[in-house]
């Protein structure tokens, strides 16, 4: 790991740019088109069920691709890996921008799926190359960006789709990633630290396998039912796939994801908080707009239309942005788990205040703030205490499992958080006592991450990657 910059070594301010627009772009594509899927399912003459694929498909991608792309990257160069990655999800933009049907727009998002890779890829270049003091800082804001731009991607969809083009949540996006890539090839340097070896494919089909049905079956089991054997067998293919996958990393001799690794406490309870995040702050992002947007006639909805619910959610995106930089500042001072513990906190009672008071417009743009904040400082500091735990080897790896259990944890807080406001339906919209219950339980996992985040070892605490040399 360098730290100081090098002698004709690209600026490193330059390649934080690059790194920057390219998990951005990123960002903003996995969540504009969940505003967008009612006038995708009527552009494609497809059902509710088949828009979700949309979101189901990318999520798959982002999923099983993101943990291989970093492995991959440690071992061949996380610059080269970074290029291919955004040429893949170019190529996937351009398909989801003139897919005239279903199969190729979800082609097209199984490509796009595969940019959940540029953030371990990046955490992994900002690790190799940028100076000691900026590392903490420059990894706090690039892993803020997941939940800006996911935020900001749910904000700018309605008012793109609505005076400019459905397609246009495509092409915005794909302009980003090709200056990215372009970028890449001048301004980003090949890091210096990589790992020989070779990919185990056996444990990345398996990977694959059970991430594959776990996720279809958390995706769809609205729709099909939670006690339909369609969904009933993924979960228990899930299991038994999952446990396959770690007995084979166990007796492998180069496991595609170190199983001691994931053992030492600095590893498990950062993903383990991850998960809780991740699962809170999609909830929230279904929720809200969801809220704002149900009739007057309900006694608690605003009326507001897509794009006006969207603006529910600025002052979130504004304030992560704003609070990464602070995050880096703190890690700098505290160590990176002050920010973690801090903003589990702000993030659990941002969702409890909306639980308990939803039914003005101030406390709902309070409500948002506050997620803005917690989530900024926790997202900021998850990736520095990965970082912090593993050897530089294996930052991308790890740094991808961190991100893949943020994924998982989105997609199952954002079902749960569907099926309870389903399952209170009554005349055609949630009852109000749903969207409490569900706020409740966006604070519960909060509250689960907070948990997590206290047990994450102490400034201090001898971290590393080996269990015998771990706290116990």
């Known amino acids: 790991m360098t730290s100081t910059h090098a002698p004709g070594r690209q600026h490193y301010g330059l390649t934080f740019a690059v790194l920057a627009l390219a998990g951005f772009a990123y960002s903003i594509m996995s969540a504009i088109v969940s505003p967008a899927l009612p006038d995708i399912e009527h552009a494609m003459g ?10 189901t498909a990318f999520l798959l991608s982002t999923s099983v691709f993101t943990p291989i792309a970093g492995r991959v990257g440690d071992m061949f160069g996380k610059e080269r890996m970074l290029l291919v990655t955004l040429g893949i999800v170019a190529v996937g933009s351009v398909l ?24 371990p890829l990046a955490f992994g270049i900002i690790r ?5 003091p900026r590392i903490a800082s420059g990894i706090a804001l690039m892993s803020a960006l997941i939940g800006i731009g996911g935020g900001l991607g749910i904000v700018v969809a309605g008012p793109i789709v609505e005076h400019i083009g459905l397609n246009w949540i495509f092409w915005l996006p794909l302009i980003a990633t090709v200056i990215a890539l372009v970028a890449t090839v001048f301004f980003v ?3 210096p630290v990589k790992t020989p070896g070779r990919v185990n494919y056996g444990s990345a089909l398996l990977l694959s396998g059970w991430l594959v049905a776990l996720l279809v079956a958390v995706s769809q089991g609205s729709s099909w039912g939670w006690a339909n054997g369609r969904t009933l067998g993924l979960l228990a293919v899930a299991v038994v796939v999952a446990v396959a996958w770690v007995r084979s990393e166990q007796r492998s001799r180069e496991p595609l994801v170190d199983m001691q690794m994931m053992r030492v406490r600095g590893v498990w309870t950062v993903n383990l908080s991850a998960l809780m995040l991740g699962a809170g702050m999609y909830s929230a992002f279904i929720l809200i707009p969801t809220f704002v947007q149900e009739p007057v006639s309900t006694g608690y909805g605003f009326g507001a239309s897509i794009t006006q619910s969207g603006l529910y959610l600025v002052p979130s995106a504004v304030l992560m942005l704003l609070v990464g930089p602070v995050a880096g500042r703190l890690t700098n ?8 513990v801090l903003g589990s906190a702000i993030t659990t009672l941002s969702f409890v205040l909306l639980a308990i008071e939803h039914g003005h417009k101030l406390a709902v743009y309070v409500g948002s703030g506050l997620m803005g904040i917690g989530i900024g400082l926790a997202f900021a500091s998850l990736a520095n205490l990965i970082v912090q735990a593993v050897p530089p080897q294996q ?3 790890a740094t991808g499992i961190n991100t893949m259990v943020r994924t998982v944890g989105g997609a199952i807080g954002s079902t749960i958080g569907a099926a309870v406001l389903t399952g209170t339906i ?17 604070g519960a996992a909060g509250a689960l991450s907070l948990v997590a985040s206290l047990i994450v070892p102490r400034p201090g605490l001898r971290v ?9």
């Not at 497809?46 to 979101?55: D, E, F, K, Q, Y």
């Not at 279903?102 to 890779?117: C, E, I, M, N, T």
């Not at 001072?333 to 973690?340: D, N, Y």
């Not at 590393?464 to 116990?472: F, R």
């Open 96 to 119: 989801c921008g003139i897919a005239g049907s279903l199969p190729v727009l979800l082609g097209g998002r199984v490509l796009q799926g595969v940019g959940g890779a540029v953030f």
């Open 333 to 340: 001072r505290f160590g990176a788990r002050t920010p973690l």
């Open 128 to 132: 190799d190359e940028f100076p000691l």
């Open 395 to 397: 930052t991308g790896v």
């Open 189 to 191: 340097p090949e890091s």
């Open 46 to 55: 497809t059902s509710a069920n088949g828009g979700a694929w949309v979101l």
């Open 464 to 472: 590393a990657a080996e269990p015998e040399t771990v706290a116990a």
């Open 426 to 442: 009554v005349g055609g919209s949630p009852t109000a006592a749903g969207f409490t219950d569900a706020f409740l339980l966006a």
